[in-house]
């Protein structure tokens, strides 16, 4: 969960009938009192096949990950529905001459699949993550080749699909194709 390596495959279109529940999306900060909600998508073997980690099997390695990573990250956000975090989503502030660019990574409960939620908060991430760090000219997102779903997700919120990167990272032992996808600050304006 900790680089864009990780989107939720997404099976089929976003339905009008779930206008509703994407009113009721927000994005808040993930907490220790998250656990169980957290544990639900980081047990899934589903949510867990394009990510760069295996399905957890302890909820002591949920609470180390929540204490060690995300509250001291400095944006990770959970996707709530409601008040309940069904994901999590996450920019990467890069440094030096890399400072112009952050990388985006979500994760979604296997059961929110194909319901457009994915999509509506990587838009409300890119509606305010320029204004948030204005260094930032550029958010990256990194697919496996394999995640159609994901990389529709990034296509619907604007995103650009600049390339299949080759053999560009090594995800459970074995080394995978890359889609790099940005978005410039200029195209924010969704």
Request: some cysteine.
């Amino acid at each position: 969960m900790e680089k864009s390596a990780c989107k939720p495959e997404h099976h089929g279109a976003e339905s009008s009938g779930y206008e509703f529940e994407l009113q009721r999306i927000t994005l808040r900060p993930l907490d220790l009192s998250d656990i169980d909600d957290f544990m639900v998508w980081a047990t899934d073997e589903k949510v867990a096949r394009f990510c760069t980690w295996e399905p957890y099997t302890s909820i002591e390695e949920g609470i180390n990950f929540i204490k060690e990573k995300v509250i001291p990250h400095p944006w990770f956000r959970a996707i709530c529905l409601g008040d309940k975090p069904i994901g999590a989503i996450s920019v990467i502030a890069n440094s030096g001459n890399d400072r112009c660019r952050g990388e985006l990574g979500y994760v979604l409960g296997s059961r929110y699949w194909g319901k457009g939620i994915a999509t509506q908060a990587v838009k409300m991430v890119a509606g305010t993550i320029f204004k948030e760090w204005p260094h930032l000219e550029r958010l990256e997102a990194l697919v496996d080749v394999e995640n159609g779903g994901s990389q529709r997700v990034l296509e619907k919120a604007g995103f650009q699909r600049e390339g299949v990167l080759r053999k560009y990272v090594v995800l459970k032992g074995k080394t995978r194709d890359m889609v790099i996808f940005s978005l410039l600050s200029t195209d924010s304006q969704i």
